[in-house]
């Protein structure tokens, strides 16, 4: 076996964004990192160069108060979060993304959404497939990826780890192959990062459920568990979140298609009509959330064929609200779309028994008219809003559940150390990002953002690494909206570096800031002027005149600051 005899502080398995971000902050403060990336070349995949880069806490910006952030996964996960876990990230999502903009990473809205406000630059385009390289978040892995070298951390690629080397109960290195060679890295410190068990079948159909197969994988294909296996072998613990995993609804054609996956999934149109197996019947409560429709749908489905039943106002309605949107983008990149003048004939078309599904949509349409859908066979919920059916204007997507990650991880605490069956930290060893567990999923499959939960954790252990190796630390927390008068101005949020966002443009800035004072003054002194060029025979006319005038001028630059705050939101990273 070969031996690395380079000395390093700490071992971070995995070069996601949890890894990179635990890699490079450790640097920062003065340690020396190991990176081991079983990946190769500068572009090896992952979920986090795939993803679409925004970075929110539960679709809120991680900027709001942290007292009002706890609340929330709180109330999101129905109390079913770790409180120190949903704690430590609520007091550092913010802070994640100031400390990415000082790595240079970019920001930009995406839409007008709060959940949409940190989206990392540039953005996907607006079309199906996956649309990754030289987007935000591939961008922002590379910058991260220079930024260690830059700091003397070393990445390893090509390096898989497969085991942890314990001493005395502390994790003191990890043994692995790199380039096929049984090979060992010690160091006082590991951090597992690898990303999750999604693509793993034992390790999916013991935590999860059990058609493995029935799910489709919408991410980078990397997570293949090893950080989970490692650590139970080193006598830590899955905290299991109710056996959840994040994903969405696809279309099945993504099984032959490469086109249309992972966007655009087809949660708004799936939970606003019905779902049905190869029987016509339905066969889970649609209306929950999309993240809640795959899970039960990876759980219950006996058979692989499964469509989305809906209409032309569904299509034309929630179809097009995604942010990639499946109207118009599915069929443009292929994916097959089923439309028929009733139910008899869309049956045909499905090749399922036509009575039932008449049946299953009579049924449905007269509880919805009644009032009674939670009295369905199947209740169906409406904390998705639910439409009725036209038969008349029918339509079909053969649709199948999709795996992004799993949000069932390793136990750890609000330091992500990893805990053992007595919720005691295992000296030496860490965990970040999307293999740990305690904070997403429980019994409503809840999503609180894989980026934010991965990045701002991998921030938390390096600190704490740095704290236990007696290194001074200075973590500086950015302002909050409603910090100050001006962190209400949306955008002022946390450009505290002048090198970025609108801090470049003076001119607009101030247009921006001191719009509706110049634009009153100039209303008025439009008003005066006009008034005092009138000629006296107008009389009473006259000040009525100078008054439209002003208002006038009054409005149109109003507008023109609007449009600016408008462009400058979309178009200029921050
Ligand atoms: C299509 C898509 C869209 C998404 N959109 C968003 C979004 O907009 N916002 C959001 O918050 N989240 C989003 N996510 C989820 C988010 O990307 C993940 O939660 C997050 O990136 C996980 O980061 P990570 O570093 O933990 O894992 P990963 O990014 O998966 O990285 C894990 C790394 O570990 C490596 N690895 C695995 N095993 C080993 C081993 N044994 N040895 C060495 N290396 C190993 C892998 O090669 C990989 O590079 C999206 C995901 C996908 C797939």
Same mark, same amino acid.
């Given at each position: 076996?070969?031996?690395?005899?380079? !000395?390093?502080?700490?071992?971070?398995?995995?070069? $996601?964004?949890?890894?990179?971000?635990?890699?490079?902050?450790?640097?920062?403060?003065?340690?020396?990192?190991?990176?081991?990336?079983?990946?190769?070349?500068?572009?090896?995949?992952?979920?986090?160069?795939?993803?679409?880069?925004?970075?929110?806490?539960?679709?809120?910006?991680?900027?709001?108060?942290?007292?009002?952030?706890?609340?929330?996964?709180?109330?999101?996960?129905?109390?079913?979060?770790?409180?120190?876990?949903?704690?430590?990230?609520?007091?550092?999502?913010?802070?994640?993304?100031?400390?990415?903009?000082?790595?240079? $990473?970019?920001?930009?809205?995406?839409?007008?959404?709060?959940?949409?406000?940190?989206?990392?630059?540039?953005?996907?385009?607006?079309?199906?497939?996956?649309?990754?390289?030289?987007?935000?978040?591939?961008?922002?892995?590379?910058?991260?990826?220079?930024?260690?070298?830059? +700091?003397?951390?070393?990445?390893?690629?090509?390096?898989?780890?497969?085991?942890?080397?314990?001493?005395? $109960?502390?994790?003191?290195?990890?043994?692995?192959?790199?380039?096929?060679?049984?090979?060992?890295?010690?160091?006082?410190?590991?951090?597992?990062?690898?990303?999750?068990?999604?693509?793993?079948?034992?390790?999916?159909?013991?935590?999860?459920?059990?058609?493995?197969?029935?799910?489709?994988?919408?991410?980078?294909?990397?997570?293949?568990?090893?950080?989970?296996?490692?650590?139970?072998?080193? $006598?830590?613990?899955?905290?299991?979140?109710?056996?959840?995993?994040?994903?969405?609804?696809?279309? !099945?054609?993504?099984?032959?298609?490469?086109?249309?996956?992972?966007?655009?999934?087809?949660?708004?149109?799936?939970?606003?009509?019905?779902?049905?197996?190869?029987?016509?019947?339905?066969?889970?409560?649609?209306?929950?959330?999309?993240?809640?429709?795959?899970?039960?749908?990876?759980?219950?489905?006996?058979?692989?064929?499964?469509?989305?039943?809906?209409?032309?106002?569904?299509?034309?309605?929630?179809?097009?609200?995604?942010?990639?949107?499946?109207?118009? +983008?599915?069929?443009?990149?292929?994916?097959?779309?089923?439309?028929?003048?009733?139910?008899?004939?869309?049956?045909?078309?499905?090749?399922?028994?036509?009575?039932?599904?008449?049946?299953?949509?009579?049924?449905?349409?007269?509880?919805?008219?009644?009032?009674?859908?939670?009295?369905?066979?199947?209740?169906?919920?409406?904390?998705?809003?639910?439409?009725?059916?036209?038969?008349?204007?029918?339509?079909?997507?053969?649709?199948?559940?999709?795996?992004?990650?799993?949000?069932?991880?390793?136990?750890?605490?609000?330091?992500?150390?990893?805990?053992?069956?007595?919720?005691?930290?295992?000296?030496?060893?860490?965990?970040?990002?999307?293999?740990?567990?305690?904070?997403?999923?429980?019994?409503?499959?809840?999503?609180?953002?894989?980026?934010?939960?991965?990045?701002?954790?991998?921030?938390?252990?390096?600190?704490?690494?740095?704290?236990?190796?007696?290194?001074?630390?200075?973590?500086?927390?950015?302002?909050?909206?409603?910090?100050?008068?001006?962190?209400?101005?949306?955008?002022?949020?946390?450009?505290?570096?002048?090198?970025?966002?609108?801090?470049?443009?003076?001119?607009?800035?101030?247009?921006?800031?001191?719009?509706?004072?110049?634009?009153?003054?100039?209303?008025?002194?439009?008003?005066?002027?006009?008034?005092?060029? +009138?000629?006296?025979?107008?009389?009473?006319?006259?000040?009525?005149?100078?008054?439209?005038?002003?208002?006038?001028?009054?409005?149109?630059? +109003?507008?023109?600051?609007?449009?600016?705050?408008?462009?400058?939101?979309?178009?200029?990273?921050?």
């Amino acid at each position: 076996m070969l031996s690395s005899d380079e !000395s390093f502080d700490l071992i971070i398995v995995g070069g $996601g964004i949890a890894g990179l971000t635990t890699a490079v902050r450790a640097a920062e403060i003065g340690l020396r990192p190991l990176l081991l990336e079983k990946g190769t070349g500068v572009e090896y995949p992952n979920n986090s160069r795939f993803s679409g880069g925004i970075v929110h806490i539960g679709f809120h910006d991680p900027y709001r108060p942290p007292e009002e952030l706890e609340q929330l996964i709180h109330k999101l996960t129905s109390g079913e979060a770790k409180p120190e876990l949903a704690a430590a990230l609520a007091k550092n999502g913010a802070r994640l993304i100031t400390w990415l903009q000082d790595k240079g $990473g970019k920001f930009m809205r995406f839409n007008p959404q709060e959940g949409y406000r940190w989206c990392m630059a540039p953005p996907r385009a607006l079309r199906a497939g996956n649309d990754w390289k030289e987007r935000g978040p591939d961008l922002m892995l590379k910058r991260l990826v220079l930024a260690l070298a830059e +700091l003397g951390g070393k990445i390893q690629y090509g390096a898989r780890a497969t085991n942890l080397v314990m001493e005395d $109960g502390k994790c003191i290195g990890v043994r692995g192959l790199c380039d096929d060679q049984e090979t060992l890295w010690k160091a006082p410190y590991t951090v597992i990062a690898d990303g999750g068990f999604q693509t793993n079948p034992q390790l999916y159909e013991k935590h999860i459920g059990a058609n493995f197969s029935s799910v489709f994988q919408r991410g980078g294909r990397t997570g293949f568990g090893d950080g989970i296996n490692m650590v139970l072998e080193a $006598g830590g613990v899955v905290n299991n979140s109710g056996n959840r995993f994040y994903g969405h609804i696809l279309c !099945s054609d993504a099984k032959h298609n490469d086109a249309v996956w992972p966007y655009p999934e087809l949660d708004a149109i799936a939970t606003a009509g019905l779902v049905i197996d190869a029987n016509g019947k339905r066969i889970v409560d649609e209306g929950r959330s999309g993240v809640h429709l795959a899970n039960e749908l990876a759980a219950k489905a006996t058979t692989e064929k499964l469509f989305a039943i809906f209409d032309q106002d569904i299509w034309n309605g929630p179809g097009t609200t995604a942010r990639i949107p499946a109207n118009p +983008l599915l069929e443009r990149a292929g994916g097959t779309i089923l439309r028929a003048s009733s139910s008899e004939e869309l049956a045909q078309l499905m090749s399922v028994p036509s009575e039932i599904l008449n049946q299953t949509i009579s049924e449905y349409n007269q509880a919805f008219e009644n009032g009674s859908l939670d009295h369905l066979p199947i209740k169906r919920s409406e904390l998705m809003k639910p439409w009725s059916i036209n038969p008349s204007q029918i339509m079909a997507i053969p649709i199948c559940p999709g795996i992004t990650y799993t949000m069932t991880g390793i136990d750890i605490d609000q330091h992500a150390q990893v805990l053992d069956k007595s919720s005691n930290p295992i000296p030496g060893l860490f965990a970040v990002g999307a293999t740990t567990g305690g904070l997403e999923g429980g019994s409503d499959s809840v999503y609180i953002g894989g980026l934010i939960k991965s990045g701002s954790f991998g921030l938390i252990a390096a600190e704490r690494i740095a704290h236990l190796q007696g290194k001074p630390i200075n973590i500086q927390h950015p302002k909050r909206i409603g910090d100050d008068s001006q962190q209400s101005d949306p955008a002022s949020v946390s450009t505290k570096n002048a090198s970025y966002g609108l801090e470049r443009f003076p001119v607009l800035r101030s247009l921006i800031r001191f719009g509706k004072p110049i634009a009153m003054v100039l209303g008025a002194l439009a008003a005066i002027i006009t008034f005092s060029l +009138l000629p006296s025979s107008l009389g009473w006319l006259s000040p009525l005149i100078a008054l439209g005038i002003g208002g006038f001028i009054l409005i149109i630059i +109003l507008g023109v600051v609007e449009l600016i705050v408008l462009i400058t939101e979309f178009l200029i990273p921050e």
